[in-house]
């Protein structure tokens, strides 16, 4: 049975936020020490990536995580991608280069970025970089490893990112870290999910994220049976954002594991 671990589950600033003095920010709870975004799945010997923030090196040696098979990136922002270059590490260790699996618009992103690892240079080509193979996905499942995978073009304010299905025989989890909006198109693609993990920012509305209130609301609508928010702000504690929330619903938290 495949498993999730949640290794980040902040916002793009992680929390606490440098120089702040809020309650959440200085709170003893470990549970509102939130790192970047990222999942870890896991099922038999196969591991599969979903995004690299900053803190992905800090985040291995923290939950031990010692092979990626494959990766998947939702989008081309810093707090998603910026781990990237970790994976030469796993490079060696594993002997073999790593297929990352992208939409165009965020394949396009990670080679600005990253124009190193995405088209080197000759006189980089020995160096030691991540051996990385960027395959750009369309609207077609993808068989990658155990999983067949599947993603979505969702809105997140003036961009764009994907969300993705990840399903093994015959149940799915669906992964919608930024999203700014709950479209007719993601709300099928979640529809029938056995998990759905979406953005819930804040109570405030912001441009580019759905607010807690969004979220729950697309979770219920969907019929999803299980449901969990993150991409989470300093705006709320844990232990209260768990209490306001319906039973099948919870705050995602960095450690956080479940199966499907």
Same mark, same amino acid.
């Given at each position: 049975?495949?498993?999730?671990?949640?290794?980040?589950?902040?916002?793009?600033? &992680?929390?606490?936020?440098?120089?702040?003095?809020?309650?959440?920010?200085?709170?003893?709870?470990?549970?509102?020490?939130? *790192?970047?975004?990222?999942?870890?799945?896991?099922?038999?010997? /196969?591991?599969?990536?979903?995004?690299?923030?900053?803190?992905?090196?800090?985040?291995?040696?923290? /939950?031990?995580?010692?092979?990626?098979?494959?990766?998947?990136?939702?989008?081309? =922002?810093?707090? =998603?991608?910026? &781990?990237?270059?970790?994976?030469?590490?796993?490079?060696?260790?594993?002997?073999?280069?790593?297929?990352?699996?992208?939409?165009?618009?965020?394949?396009?992103?990670?080679?600005?970025? /990253?124009?190193?690892?995405?088209? $080197?240079?000759?006189?980089?080509?020995?160096?030691?970089?991540?051996?990385?193979?960027?395959?750009?996905?369309?609207?077609?499942?993808?068989?990658?490893?155990? %999983?067949?995978?599947?993603?979505?073009?969702?809105?997140?304010? $003036?961009?764009?990112?994907?969300? %993705?299905?990840?399903?093994?025989?015959?149940?799915?989890?669906?992964?919608?870290?930024?999203?700014?909006?709950?479209?007719?198109?993601?709300?099928?693609?979640?529809?029938?999910?056995?998990?759905?993990?979406?953005?819930?920012?804040?109570?405030?509305?912001?441009?580019?994220? *759905?607010?807690?209130?969004?979220?729950?609301?697309?979770?219920?609508?969907? &019929?999803?049976?299980?449901?969990? *928010?993150? =991409?989470? &702000?300093?705006?709320?504690? =844990?232990?209260?954002?768990?209490?306001?929330?319906?039973?099948?619903?919870?705050?995602?938290?960095?450690?956080?594991? /479940?199966?499907?």
């Amino acid at each position: 049975m495949p498993n999730v671990l949640v290794m980040g589950s902040g916002t793009s600033t &992680g929390v606490p936020i440098i120089g702040c003095k809020c309650p959440v920010c200085q709170s003893a709870d470990s549970r509102d020490n939130r *790192l970047r975004t990222g999942i870890h799945l896991t099922c038999g010997a /196969f591991a599969l990536q979903i995004d690299l923030p900053p803190d992905f090196r800090q985040q291995v040696f923290r /939950f031990g995580i010692s092979r990626v098979d494959a990766v998947l990136i939702t989008h081309a =922002h810093a707090d =998603h991608i910026l &781990g990237l270059d970790e994976i030469r590490q796993f490079n060696t260790l594993q002997k073999s280069r790593i297929p990352a699996y992208a939409r165009a618009f965020t394949i396009n992103g990670v080679g600005k970025m /990253f124009s190193y690892i995405y088209v $080197p240079p000759p006189e980089q080509k020995a160096l030691y970089r991540p051996k990385i193979d960027f395959v750009e996905i369309g609207d077609a499942p993808l068989q990658i490893g155990p %999983f067949t995978v599947t993603s979505c073009i969702i809105p997140h304010g $003036p961009e764009s990112s994907s969300a %993705f299905k990840v399903q093994y025989e015959g149940r799915s989890f669906v992964y919608a870290p930024d999203c700014s909006e709950v479209t007719p198109e993601l709300m099928a693609f979640m529809a029938g999910s056995a998990v759905v993990m979406i953005d819930g920012l804040r109570d405030r509305p912001h441009p580019s994220h *759905l607010t807690i209130e969004q979220s729950v609301r697309a979770i219920e609508a969907s &019929g999803v049976a299980r449901g969990f *928010l993150t =991409h989470l &702000g300093h705006d709320i504690l =844990h232990a209260e954002l768990e209490r306001r929330l319906p039973a099948s619903i919870r705050p995602a938290y960095d450690g956080l594991e /479940f199966t499907w």
